[in-house]
């Protein structure tokens, strides 16, 4: 049986949002190899470079037990291994089990007898021991639960979070033992400080992670189907909220748009997995399809506001401000931005587009991405102020409209400002 011993080794596999913190958090106790098939991810961690801006240079060079690298070869030598790939959805909006596979296909070729199999990544009830187990055994000609054992500990790292981080969130663990469980669970809780929930067995820790996210999506969708309707009956969506949350069970959410890899595609697992059974779920979907269509309806927002300023909607200049998926973060997976980009364009206006985090070869549009906004005063006919970005709330909204022509229209989706001096907001 496996043991617990901190001399062995433990690979994490995928070293993006998830993988690269929790590898770095167990190489203060323990030898790690940090594994990704992204050579150009590992030179610059390498170097000390994490284009997520998650980790400093000093941060990533100072362990001393962490070897990074893209080699199967050298990931051969652990014990432990954790997968946190991504597990996103295709363009039907079904799960594309596709870097899950892969990533199980590629350590099952190495594992050897008494080795641990944990996964983190999100996934619907049911798939580590129906679907990566069966690739496990397959080319590893080893039999689950008695030549390797797998374990599911799901990730709840929040992106750009400098204040809840691995250490200090409480983590589910689960194994597909009980004494499995109970390693995973001690190995877990080396590196997390506010202790763990072990659940009763995989399925259940699958189940638990997937509904997290799906509750906060149908959470949105109902605030923002508050903010459609307010818009409607010319109330202050703000202020409503602000009056509902003097009591003390009113939960504090607010409308928005949704996307990124977690609240925009897990509701999508859970649905899956409930059609495969026979059940078809309808306030799970009822919720993605409004979270979804919130883009369109900014984007129609603005149009109408601006035929009834009588600016004229084709060739109009408009500046979206913000195209990650979240405030202070340079991740644009699934951002909630592209469907406000997509109903412009239908409308045929001139879009600029400007975030301070996003590097200008990871954005994939036809349009024009602004470096600064130092040249360009009295250029706009609207602005979009579509993330909450730390570095947008230092502009002063006199600032942002200088950047304006006289007549304008300035849409302040995140009540940045919360000010009536705004033309628009959800």
């Known amino acids: 049986m496996i043991d617990k011993n901190t001399d062995i080794k433990l690979a994490v596999v995928g070293l993006g949002y998830v993988g690269l913190p929790l590898a770095l958090e167990f190489?203060?106790?323990?030898?790690?190899?940090?594994?990704?098939?992204?050579?150009?991810?590992?030179?610059?961690?390498?170097?000390?470079?994490?284009?997520?801006?998650?980790?400093?240079?000093?941060?990533?060079?100072?362990?001393?037990?962490?070897?990074?690298t893209n080699s199967v070869e050298k990931v051969k030598s652990a014990k432990y291994y954790i997968i946190t790939v991504p597990t996103p959805v295709d363009k039907f909006k079904k799960p594309d089990l596709t870097p899950l596979l892969k990533s199980s296909e590629m350590i099952s070729k190495?594992?050897?007898?008494?080795?641990l199999i944990i996964y983190e990544s999100t996934v619907f009830p049911g798939c580590i021991e129906e679907v990566c187990v069966p690739v496990l055994e397959k080319f590893s000609k080893l039999k689950f639960?008695?030549?390797?054992?797998?374990?599911?500990?799901?990730?709840?790292?929040?992106?750009?979070?400098?204040?809840?981080?691995?250490?200090?969130?409480?983590?589910?663990?689960?194994?597909?033992?009980?004494?499995?469980?109970?390693?995973?669970?001690?190995?877990?809780?080396?590196?997390?400080t506010v202790g763990t929930h072990k659940a009763p067995n995989i399925k259940v820790a699958e189940a638990a992670k997937v509904i997290e996210n799906t509750q906060r999506d149908l959470n949105i969708a109902l605030i923002n189907e508050f903010s459609i309707l307010f818009n409607k009956l010319n109330i202050d969506t703000y202020d409503v909220l602000k009056a509902a949350e003097s009591k003390w069970n009113f939960l504090p959410f607010k409308p928005g748009l949704v996307g990124g890899h977690c609240i925009g595609v897990d509701p999508y697992y859970?649905?899956?997995?409930?059609?495969?059974?026979?059940?078809?779920?309808?306030?799970?979907l009822a919720g993605r399809e409004l979270n979804d269509g919130m883009g369109s309806y900014v984007a129609k927002r603005l149009i109408k506001k601006m035929k009834k300023k009588n600016i004229k909607i084709k060739g109009a200049k408009i500046l979206v401000l913000g195209l990650t998926f979240k405030?202070?973060?340079?991740?644009?997976?699934?951002?909630?931005?592209?469907?406000?980009?997509?109903?412009?364009?239908?409308?045929?206006?001139?879009?600029?587009?400007?975030?301070?985090?996003?590097?200008?070869?990871?954005?994939?549009?036809?349009?024009?991405?602004?470096?600064?906004?130092?040249?360009?005063?009295?250029?706009?006919?609207?602005?979009?102020i579509a993330v909450a970005h730390d570095k947008f709330k230092k502009l002063s909204l006199s600032k942002i409209k200088s950047l304006c022509k006289i007549n304008h229209v300035i849409f302040d989706l995140k009540n940045i400002f919360n000010s009536n001096k705004v033309d628009l907001k959800l």
Request: hydrophobic share 30%; with cysteine.
């Open 327 to 384: 405030e202070n973060c340079p991740d644009i997976r699934n951002t909630g931005v592209k469907g406000i980009i997509i109903e412009l364009k239908k409308h045929k206006c001139q879009l600029d587009l400007f975030d301070p985090y996003v590097k200008l070869k990871d954005m994939k549009v036809s349009y024009n991405i602004l470096e600064n906004l130092k040249l360009n005063q009295n250029t706009y006919d609207s602005i979009i």
């Open 110 to 115: 190495i594992i050897k007898k008494e080795d």
């Open 270 to 284: 859970l649905t899956y997995k409930a059609e495969s059974v026979g059940y078809h779920p309808k306030i799970i």
């Open 145 to 192: 639960n008695k030549d390797f054992f797998c374990g599911y500990s799901p990730e709840r790292v929040n992106p750009g979070d400098k204040e809840h981080t691995i250490s200090n969130i409480k983590k589910i663990t689960s194994g597909s033992t009980p004494k499995v469980a109970d390693l995973v669970d001690d190995l877990y809780n080396e590196i997390v």
């Open 27 to 68: 190489a203060k106790r323990r030898k790690v190899i940090g594994f990704d098939i992204n050579k150009e991810r590992i030179k610059e961690l390498k170097s000390g470079i994490d284009r997520n801006l998650e980790f400093s240079k000093k941060e990533l060079k100072q362990s001393k037990k962490l070897d990074f």
